[in-house]
């Protein structure tokens, strides 16, 4: 062992290499025998591309560069992709593409072919959660049509697009097939026998885990959706995911009780303390799956989730055995198979199959491959701390860790607070090799699953129910200093990160608190009034009534609470990051804040990426972004750290 101070340790955890491994599977499903799914490319200029698994077990990539498997649906995207087996050719699938966002038809022998045409109008035409009807020569999907400039010019329906191309120039070819009373709606799940069809809706002010509407409609003869009408649901209940029995019956999983559990024809099949649902922040999130056999795949658990098969008629589960602590909202079943993707501490997230007769679980597809000598990876320590007022603040700690360095036994390492996005989410306890590009250098990390997030019931979700800006910050704080008084932490070297909401949470800290010696901040919500007022995209456009409060009966919260009011309480000095196409957290914010701290003295870097929007994609940002937080802490901290470009701050 050599002894080196905190924060110089070598390391072959590079930040290419975290950004070469950044991102994971999603939206599986099987296209007759074979599993399929989406995966990333950050070397690809961050295009998602569409695989496949042939029996033999090789992968390959359905569609070479430059298409991209990705739907912007309520911007964070949807399901974006279908696909059915035929005996007399190849698999026959639709996908949307993202740099149009048209629907195209593909099949193995020639180009994809437009289904959807073009929109001049604002945001244009989008696509989500497409279901093939072949035997009736269309395909149902969420249709999100703007109607004017503005982000908030937008309908939303299902409908019916032609397989044929007839509707590719032609807007009128298009069937819708509900109206747009409700503002969203999810995609449409049918009955075994197709004759009823099921899907969730809402409307403003109300996010999706604040309360949803189940409706269920017949279907006729001809297609059409007759007598839509909702069965469950409500203002202040949450649907998060609706389908059928394979014996006709209708499953939801719903928080009537606290905590989102399954219901079968409005009885509970497994009433339980614990989460079959979650946020549904992307439209097709599936926490369960039917199984022909009458048993159900779910994705469930307490602060963190596992695979298992539910006998709805005993309730009991029987989870999947393996290294897998951490399983995303992503199932597909077929016969007795079901898919999903699964992560644990030492693995990140792959595509397992699990074979629901004999509990036998296997990778088969997006394999981890250790990138590193696995002693270089964190070794995470699941906490409780205790916050203001009694209230509990679960967290993940992972404490400096290198295989051959050690710290001199008089120092205490820095640490840096990594506040989750969202705010209606949670940090998983999954490998990350962002966070071992730090621990593996001598600086620890703390993930703050502060109140608000998800997985401990919806009374954990609501602590931040017009407390945005309050609780996070309180919480991440308690974290902080409870590390520093127990011998964790150094005090005078602790940080600040956040993404997106994290970002607000981590530029809030800085405007209200002394705890931190520097901060990240990373594509934020800085201004409350602004955003509240047109400065972001539909979804998320009311989001504010619950966590801050309606802005007409509150406007003082709104100015109180925003860092850009407040710029002048900013001392310690941060690393601003930022995509200059982002809708949902504009560059505009960033450019007010910096205006009004110009002058000051604190030290601070602004980067700004082309290219880039809410989430990074190419590896040449990520590369950067990282290596510059790095710097920024190396700095601060009095840290030694060799191989890296020095971050120019300017005050």
């Not at 390391?11 to 999603?26: C, I, M, T």
């Not at 120092?411 to 966070?435: F, K, Q, S």
């Not at 009374?459 to 704080?477: F, I, M, N, P, T």
Request: charged share 25%.
């Amino acid at each position: 062992m050599r002894t080196l101070a905190y924060g110089s340790w070598p390391s072959p955890v590079d930040a290419a290499l975290a950004a070469a491994h950044d991102g994971q599977p999603e939206y599986v499903g099987f296209v007759g025998d074979e599993a399929w799914w989406t995966e990333p490319r950050p070397t690809e200029g961050g295009r998602r591309t569409l695989v496949r698994r042939r029996a033999d077990g090789r992968e390959e990539s359905v569609l070479p560069a430059p298409w991209n498997v990705r739907s912007r649906v309520i911007e964070y995207g949807g399901h974006p992709w279908a696909g059915a087996s035929r005996d007399d050719g190849p698999p026959l699938v639709v996908f949307v593409n993202h740099a149009d966002q048209r629907l195209y038809r593909y099949e193995a022998d020639g180009e994809p072919q437009p289904l959807t045409p073009v929109s001049p109008v604002g945001g244009g035409l989008r696509w989500a959660e497409p279901l093939l009807r072949p035997e009736h020569g269309e395909v149902w999907c969420v249709l999100e049509e703007f109607t004017g400039d503005g982000p908030t010019d937008v309908r939303r329906v299902i409908a019916a697009v032609p397989l044929d191309g007839s509707a590719a120039r032609e807007r009128d070819a298009v069937r819708e097939l509900t109206d747009d009373r409700h503002r969203f709606v999810t995609g449409v799940r049918l009955s075994p026998d197709g004759r009823r069809a099921a899907w969730l809706a809402w409307d403003h002010p109300r996010m999706p885990w604040d309360g949803t509407e189940l409706v269920v409609a017949e279907v006729d003869e001809d297609g059409r959706l007759r007598e839509p009408r909702t069965v469950a649901g409500g203002p202040e209940e949450s649907v998060a995911q609706v389908d059928w029995s394979a014996d006709g019956r209708l499953l939801y999983a719903a928080d009537r009780t606290g905590w989102w559990n399954l219901y079968r024809d409005h009885e509970p099949v497994c009433p339980r303390e614990e989460e079959f649902g979650g946020p549904l922040w992307k439209l097709g999130y599936r926490w369960f799956a039917p199984l022909e056999c009458g048993l159900i795949a779910v994705v469930h658990g307490r602060g963190a989730t596992a695979l298992g098969i539910l006998d709805p008629e005993t309730g009991e589960v029987v989870d999947a055995a393996g290294p897998w602590t951490e399983f995303a909202p992503a199932l597909a079943a077929h016969g007795d198979r079901v898919l999903g993707v699964g992560a644990g501490p030492r693995s990140g997230y792959e595509v397992v199959e699990l074979d629901a007769r004999t509990g036998h679980a296997r990778v088969v597809g997006a394999a981890h491959d250790d990138a590193v000598d696995p002693v270089y990876y964190p070794e995470p320590q699941i906490r409780t701390f205790t916050g203001p007022a009694g209230r509990q603040i679960h967290a993940h700690v992972y404490p400096p860790h290198h295989p051959g360095c050690a710290a001199p036994s008089h120092e205490l390492p820095p640490y840096v607070v990594w506040a989750h996005g969202g705010p209606t989410g949670r940090a998983p306890l999954v490998l990350d090799l962002e966070i071992a590009y730090f621990t593996s250098r001598g600086i620890g990390v703390a993930e703050v699953n502060y109140g608000g997030s998800t997985g401990h019931g919806r009374a954990y979700r609501d602590q931040l129910r017009e407390q945005w800006g309050v609780v996070d910050v309180e919480d991440c704080a308690a974290v902080a200093l409870a590390l520093a008084d127990e011998g964790t932490a150094d005090r005078a070297r602790l940080a600040i990160r956040g993404g997106s909401a994290g970002g607000w949470t981590a530029a809030a800290s800085l405007v209200t608190t002394d705890v931190y010696a520097c901060g990240t901040i990373i594509y934020p919500v800085l201004d409350l009034a602004g955003w509240a007022a047109g400065g972001t995209h539909d979804f998320e456009s009311r989001y504010l009534d619950t966590l801050v409060g309606p802005p007409d009966l509150v406007p003082g919260r709104y100015a109180d609470r925003s860092p850009v009011e407040h710029a002048d309480r900013v001392t310690a000095p941060f690393l601003l990051l930022q995509g200059l196409d982002d809708v949902i957290c504009p560059p505009a914010q960033c450019e007010r804040f910096l205006d009004r701290l110009s002058g000051r003295g604190v030290p601070h870097a602004y980067l700004a990426f082309e290219g880039e929007g809410h989430g990074f994609r190419r590896a040449e940002t990520m590369v950067r972004a990282l290596e510059a937080e790095l710097s920024l802490y190396a700095q601060v901290f009095g840290l030694d750290v060799p191989g890296i470009t020095t971050l120019e701050l300017t005050s």
